[in-house]
């Protein structure tokens, strides 16, 4: 009897690529559904010098010297810190792109700051928004926009500016550099912002199929850390949707102006459901 030599079976990378995409899709969708994320924000309030109060949120408001200030009513409560806070509170100076969660009555309230503005973002899990979400359509995943790339940095990181989601306002970002890639042979490059993990960096771009398919003002694509000769791997079927997509109470930054590439990027999610039926509703 011949031994024969019993071989492992054969195994399609592309099965181990779109059920790793399938899962990194689940987990995505679940951190977007979360019940105080930006589907259950109810409103953006902006704060002034001078006390003001919206009808969703308890106190009455203002940016101080020192930052945002509340004064609450006698049957007004927030929780602060785990413990109940009443009558006046100074939350002291809120850095750019920073906040703090405050508890209200059935839900949280983000104080922060954007654009140089202290604003106020109530968020319930029972908003119509968060409670209706059924998902976001996105395109089947495809190793052939998993492409290779090459960051180079700048000799130091260049102040960006780029506009908002919210009319007149800006946002601005240290680059630390570009990363330059290729689809079908067209050379293309992409100014890119830090990450969320040390080393990492994050694009945001638009491209032919922004405003036909895939939302219009922008998409992230979040980019591991470049290994030592500066390489990076640009996986776009994992390009996704800001908050501005779901919602116009996001300050979300636009695009660098060189971020607008030439070509049609059929990966990644596409236009939301929600953003969808208010361009039809509003064409009606």
């Known amino acids: ?29 679940e951190v977007r559904a979360d019940p105080h994320g930006f589907l259950a924000v109810t409103g953006l309030h902006w704060l002034t010098s001078v006390p003001q109060r919206f009808p969703d949120v308890p106190g009455e408001w203002h940016t101080g010297d020192d930052g945002p200030v509340v004064v609450l009513g006698e049957d007004e409560l927030l929780v602060v810190d785990g413990r109940q806070g009443r009558g006046r509170h100074e939350f002291g100076p809120i850095a750019e792109r920073a906040g703090v969660t405050v508890g209200l009555d059935a839900g949280v309230l983000e104080v922060a700051r954007r654009g140089g503005h202290d604003i106020l973002r109530p968020r319930r899990p029972d908003h119509p928004l968060r409670v209706g979400y059924r998902g976001t359509p996105s395109y089947p995943p495809d190793h052939r926009w998993v492409l290779s790339g090459r960051f180079v940095p700048f000799d130091s990181p260049r102040p960006t500016t780029v506009g908002a989601a919210v009319e007149g306002l800006t946002h601005v970002y240290d680059a630390p550099g570009q990363i330059e890639f290729a689809v079908d042979g067209v050379p293309l490059r992409l100014t890119a ?46 390009a996704t949707n800001l908050p501005c997509a779901y919602t116009d109470f996001a300050t979300c930054p636009l695009p660098p102006a060189e971020n607008r590439l030439p070509i049609a990027v059929e990966a990644g999610e596409k236009t939301p459901y929600e953003r969808l039926s208010a361009d039809s509703a509003a064409c009606s």
């Open 1 to 29: 009897m011949t031994n024969k030599a019993v071989l492992p079976p054969v195994v399609d990378p592309r099965l181990d690529f779109e059920a790793a995409w399938r899962e990194w899709h689940r987990r995505h969708e």
């Open 193 to 238: 912002f830090n990450g969320v993990a040390p080393g990492s960096l994050s694009v945001l771009f638009t491209d032919a199929t922004s405003g036909v398919t895939t939302y219009s003002a922008n998409r992230s694509l979040a980019v591991a850390a470049p290994d030592e000769r500066g390489r990076v791997t640009l996986d776009f079927s994992r």
